[in-house]
């Protein structure tokens, strides 16, 4: 696993030892160089004690930086420094043998060191960072590399052997010799496999690849030489082994990236190049060119090519059964992200509808629990979402206990379950097991981790003809349950689904009745209760349904704010309110508009900007229109909600609280939002005519209250001279109600924009 943040790879600050030792050895490779290209005396021992030496300091580096790595990189470097090891040590035999009188010293012992320090080095690239973890993708790589390796050797038979007379290679050491550049490329593949551009690179890898290129040159050129029968020791080719040791040396200077401590990886890591997958398999194609024209004129294949041969067509079948089985491991792996829940393990959305859709083909009296928690946005937006959702595997958990063998539970999404009931199980009993398990447990209740669950009951019936009909009725009996006070299940009935259906229906009719010119506004006049003056009028919206006739706001209004329907509708009101009032102050210039607007719209950016139009475009002054909001519309307010207000309040919109003392009445929210009058809500007027002491008192002390914080109150719901009577005698200045006039449209507020008689 490679790191993920590569911003800080850089190179580390070597020990002044390091630095050291650095230069030292790149000045014995420059010399080595210089050495052989000018041919002087004793080149022979010069290679071989500069290969020997640059060797013998890469392995003390190696060994250095891993003692200062943590344990996931000290065995890379720990097998780096074994390499390098071998490689002195075999140089060391090398030398000594070709002293002896060997000129070219290719003994076992000599060619088993060798070998093993490409396999210590082979290890070392399959055990770093970047390398696949599990042991079929190291096989994988490995394999990738080894085919690369076998291609080489039809196509280094053309372009090395051809045409040599001893094209037969009977002697073992021209034929061992070939292996040398097919272990390098099989390394090289190994390296580009494990730290390939689709990745974060470590820079070392850059001079560790240019290491293994070195090496790869140093081999190929020196078995070309060999072959052709052009090479002496002291050759400057020579000089290029002691520049790979020298290059992995240097590779110990640049530290891993942050966080490349071999922590487990927490993104998913992104797909490779085609290339990448392509890698292995590319070389096959001139192998078998190569073949080809590596036959004699005798039609006969030179016994090394055929081996060859065969050896990369079994590791390609090899190759291809690791594939094909890790395939298979995918495919399961997929089956199980399709058809499982995979934050509770539960089966998913998919899995039950197709296991619904089963039991209803067999015409299975089935029944369908639909569970959606309460409260549960609560969770998440109070605690974060990892607590919510440790929250949701352990209901999951408990909700699994509880259903037991009478059916499936699954989870479709969020915080919604569903429950397939087996046949013959009473699904009212299991509900109530369920809201059971949904109790909370000891310390949850403390931290507010405690749900409930509001159950819809759908059973199959003769007028369900497919598994949507089924869900639709138990989320109809859901909501029902939700409205019934939460924590609770429901039955669908044919009454619930009637009243769905209308409901459904409503809601397509509200979409088109303001395109349409279905609403239309009319006006109460608010009066002044000393001079009978009309001093506004609040917009009271109606709704002429094509099929039900005149809807009042009750009827449609809370519909439209469940659905998110209530912001054109507001949006228009506003408008044509604005437009009414410009018409009537033409006639009456003190006379105010007074709207209501939704929560909703309060959380909306563009509200100043819809008032702002509204009013321009009217041509009404800001300061004649009142926007009329709930207690808990403003209660729950944030700083924004707060900030438009402000901001209106500016423009000299006024504000006006409506149904105050219905809600959450608190002192405190008064100071902070910029109110100008108080509404007294008709259900403490109401009883003023009932002679109700405490009413009064209530009454009293709003218009009190609103004295001290300078707003002025309007008392709703005045229908009666009895309740006019205490409403004056309390001292409210403005009063609205039947007793001083109905909603009515506007030419008939029109004729009211006279003084009413109060002391009728």
């Known amino acids: 696993m490679l790191p993920q943040d590569v911003s800080h790879a850089v190179v580390a600050r070597p020990t002044l030892s390091g630095r050291v030792g650095l230069v030292a050895a790149a000045v014995v490779v420059l010399g080595e160089a210089g050495w052989l290209v000018a041919g002087l005396p004793g080149a022979a021992e010069v290679s071989d004690l500069g290969a020997v030496a640059v060797a013998g300091w890469a392995a003390v580096a190696c060994v250095g930086v891993a003692r200062r790595h943590p344990p996931t990189l000290r065995r890379f470097w720990t097998l780096l420094a074994v390499t390098m090891a071998l490689a002195a040590l075999g140089r060391i035999l090398w030398t000594v043998e070709r002293l002896g009188g060997r000129e070219l010293p290719h003994t076992p012992l000599i060619g088993g060191i060798f070998t093993a320090g490409i396999v210590t080095g082979t290890a070392a690239l399959l055990c770093s960072l970047a390398a696949p973890r599990s042991l079929v993708g190291q096989a994988r790589t490995l394999l990738d590399g080894v085919i690369v390796g076998l291609a080489l050797i039809p196509i280094g038979w053309v372009v090395v052997f051809r045409d040599v007379a001893a094209a037969d290679l009977t002697d073992p050491m021209r034929t ?78 640049y530290r891993p990236p942050a966080g490349g401590d071999g922590g487990e990886e927490t993104a998913e890591s992104p797909l490779p190049p085609w290339w990448r997958v392509a890698l292995p398999y590319l070389p096959v194609g001139g192998a078998i060119v190569a073949v080809v024209l590596a036959r004699r004129p005798t039609g006969q294949t030179p016994h090394l090519v055929f081996l060859g041969m065969m050896a990369l067509l079994g590791v390609l079948a090899l190759r291809q059964g690791l594939a094909a089985n890790e395939n298979l491991r995918l495919v399961a792996r997929l089956r199980r992200l399709a058809y ?46 990892a607590t919510g959702d440790r929250l949701l595997a352990s209901i999951a958990e408990r909700m699994r206990d509880a259903t037991g063998t ?29 809201l059971t398990a949904l109790e909370p447990l000891p310390g949850e209740e403390d931290f507010g981790l405690n749900p409930s669950a509001s159950i819809g009951i759908a059973e199959y019936g003769p007028q369900h003809t497919s598994h949507t009909d089924l869900l639709r009725d138990a989320d109809i009996a859901m909501y029902a349950a939700k409205a019934a006070g939460k924590s609770a299940y429901q039955t669908c009935t ?9 409901r459904a229906e409503l809601i ?30 609040e917009a009271l919206v109606r709704w002429r349904h094509p099929r039900l006739g005149v ?210």
């Open 406 to 434: 009478d059916g499936m539970i699954a989870r479709l999404g969020g915080d919604e379950f569903a429950v397939l009931v087996e046949p013959d199980r009473p699904p009212e009993r299991l509900a109530e097991r369920l």
């Open 551 to 760: 809807l009042a706001p009750a009827k449609f209004l809370p519909v439209a704010e469940e659905t998110g329907l209530i912001l054109p509708v507001d949006r228009w009101v506003i408008h044509e309110a604005c437009r009414a009032a410009a018409a009537w102050r033409e006639r009456a210039p003190q006379v105010t508009v007074a709207v209501n607007i939704a929560a909703a719209h309060l959380r909306r950016p563009d509200l100043i900007a819809t008032v702002q139009a509204a009013t321009a475009g009217a041509g009404l002054p800001p300061c004649a229109l009142t926007l009329e909001l709930t207690e808990s519309a403003l209660i729950e307010g944030s700083d924004a909600v707060l900030d438009q207000l402000r901001q209106l309040r500016e423009l000299g919109i006024r504000i006006a609280i409506d149904d105050f003392g219905t809600g959450y009445s608190s002192l405190s929210y008064l100071h902070r939002i910029p109110a100008t009058e108080l509404k007294v809500d008709r259900s403490f007027v109401a009883r003023l005519g009932a002679e109700d002491p405490r009413a009064y008192a209530t009454v009293d002390m709003v218009n009190r209250l609103a004295a001290a914080f300078d707003l002025a109150v309007v008392a709703e719901g005045v229908e009666t001279d009895a309740q006019h009577a205490a409403i004056t005698a309390i001292g409210c200045v403005h009063g609205q109600g039947f007793r001083y006039g109905r909603p009515a449209p506007l030419p008939e507020l029109l004729a009211t924009l006279t003084p009413v008689d109060v002391t009728r």
């Open 176 to 253: 061992l010799g070939l292996l040398y550049p097919m272990f390098d490329l099989i390394q090289l593949t190994i390296l580009v496999a494990v730290a390939g551009p689709f990745r974060p690179m470590w820079r070392a890898w850059a001079v560790i690849g240019a290491s293994l290129a070195a090496r790869a040159a140093a081999d190929a050129g020196y078995v070309s030489l060999v072959v052709h029968g052009s090479y002496a020791p002291g050759h400057p080719i020579d000089v290029c082994w002691p520049l790979s040791y020298l290059l992995i040396g240097a590779a110990t200077a």
């Open 508 to 537: 397509a009719d509200l979409r088109r009745a303001v395109e349409e010119g279905q609403l239309h506004l009319e006006y109460q006049p608010i009066v002044d209760l000393a001079t009978g003056v009309v001093r506004s009028a």
């Open 340 to 385: 499982a829940d995979q934050l509770t393990g539960l089966p998913n959305r998919l899995t039950f509808n197709r296991r619904l859709r089963r039991a209803l083909r067999d015409e299975a009296p089935v029944a369908v629990l639909l569970l959606d928690l309460d409260g549960f946005k609560q969770v998440n937006d109070r605690f974060g979402h």
């Open 494 to 502: 044919p009454a619930l689904r009637e009243s769905a259906v209308s």
